[in-house]
């Protein structure tokens, strides 16, 4: 697999999300089977593994952790803090958002535990926690690199504002914020400020959380906890008039020889060296499908094509909800 880079970091130019080998699309597959996709990623090629305190309630670094220990000076091993589950009195355990530094130092103590390692090569403060001066959060960051415990830093879902403000703390080396055809909110500021101040960008939900890949057509069978039902842009109103823009879309991957997974992933590197795309599967052939599209020859007109196809323009609803929208700090477009 072909390689980019984070920082001085050399990764796979496709990189593992694992979130749903524990978490977020309905049921999550048994630990055997995450066991075999994170394996046949690593003999795939894949260096780079997205993880996060918040994913199973720290059952993801957990099984990241148990698997991928033995190879551990062979990856790129990313978590993330700041946002994480937290049991409240009635023994119910929640998400909850938290950036204070004593908060992140325990974030990242008990992700490293998790994850069987001493050191954790790239630690995203996974949402910024409005309450607390983003200095404060990314200072808290820096300590835990000046004591070894974290190599570089990274930001989730940052406007450009922030991005500036946290790098002039300490080097920020990746944003992660969605990015694929049908989210294109990082071209408003986010990507120009990563490429002003040389962090690379790393695309979560390339795939569009599966519309990209014509498979999901049905979303009333999504399972009840499936953190897409509440989506706008799967709801009832929406998803059918995405849907009637998967035809074409469909046409012009079978055109190019190629699925329309790899198409949207093989759009998303076509975008610049510095973007690192991270799609997650808990399927073996999806996981080679997709991986595929690191080595397609796509030609610019297709994947110019791809854009005009889908875009912010032609997508039905907005990406989150009310509540999501206010916990994330992007400059949205407007509706539409
Ligand atoms: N920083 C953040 O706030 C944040 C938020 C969300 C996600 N992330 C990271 O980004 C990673 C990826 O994002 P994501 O999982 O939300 O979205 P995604 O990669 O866009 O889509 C994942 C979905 O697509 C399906 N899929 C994947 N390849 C497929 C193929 N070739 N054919 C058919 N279906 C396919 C998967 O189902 P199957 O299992 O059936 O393949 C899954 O339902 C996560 O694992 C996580 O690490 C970060």
Redesign the pocket.
């Known amino acids: 697999m072909h390689t980019r880079r984070i920082a001085n970091l050399e990764v796979s130019a496709i990189g593992l999300?694992?979130?749903?080998l524990s978490h977020?699309?309905g049921t999550p597959p048994s630990p055997e089977q995450g066991e075999r996709v994170l394996l046949a990623a690593l003999d795939a090629g894949v260096t780079l593994f997205?993880?996060?305190a918040l994913y199973g309630f720290g059952a993801n670094e957990e099984l990241v952790g148990r698997v991928l220990a033995p190879h551990r000076r062979k990856i790129t091993l990313c978590s993330?803090g700041g946002m994480a589950g937290v049991k409240g009195e009635d023994g119910v355990t929640r998400r909850v958002i938290d950036g204070r530094p004593a908060t992140l130092r325990r974030n990242c103590e008990d992700s490293l535990r998790r994850l069987r390692t001493d050191v954790i090569d790239l630690y995203y403060l996974?949402r910024w926690d409005k309450q607390v001066p983003i200095e404060d959060s990314v200072g808290e960051l820096s300590r835990l690199v000046e004591v070894g415990k974290v190599r570089a830093i990274g930001l989730?879902?940052v406007s450009a504002a922030t991005l500036r403000k946290a790098h002039a703390v300490h080097p920020i080396a990746a944003v992660?914020t969605?990015y694929?055809l049908w989210t294109r909110n990082p071209e408003i500021a986010v990507l120009a400020a990563c490429r002003e101040i040389g962090a690379a960008f790393v695309a979560?939900?390339?795939?569009?959380?599966?519309f990209l890949?014509g498979?999901l057509t049905d979303v009333g069978a999504l399972d009840a906890k499936d953190i897409r039902r509440p989506m706008p842009r799967f709801s009832a109103e929406h998803y059918p008039r995405n849907l009637a823009l998967l035809p074409a879309f469909e046409a012009l991957a079978r055109d190019a020889g190629c699925?329309p997974?790899q198409l949207a992933l093989a759009w998303l590197l076509a975008q610049g060296e510095d973007i690192v795309p991270?799609?997650?599967?808990?399927?073996l052939d999806?996981l080679h499908?997709?991986l595929a599209a690191a080595d397609l020859p796509l030609p610019a007109d297709v994947v110019a094509r791809a854009g005009e196809l889908i875009n912010q323009r032609t997508v039905s609803g907005p990406r989150y909800p009310a509540q999501a929208t206010q916990e994330v700090d992007t400059e949205e477009f407007a509706a539409g």
């Open positions: 999300g694992c979130m749903n977020a699309y997205d993880t996060a993330k996974h989730s879902e992660q969605e694929s979560f939900s390339p795939l569009a959380r599966a890949t498979r699925t997974a991270i799609p997650g599967t808990t399927s999806h499908e997709d």
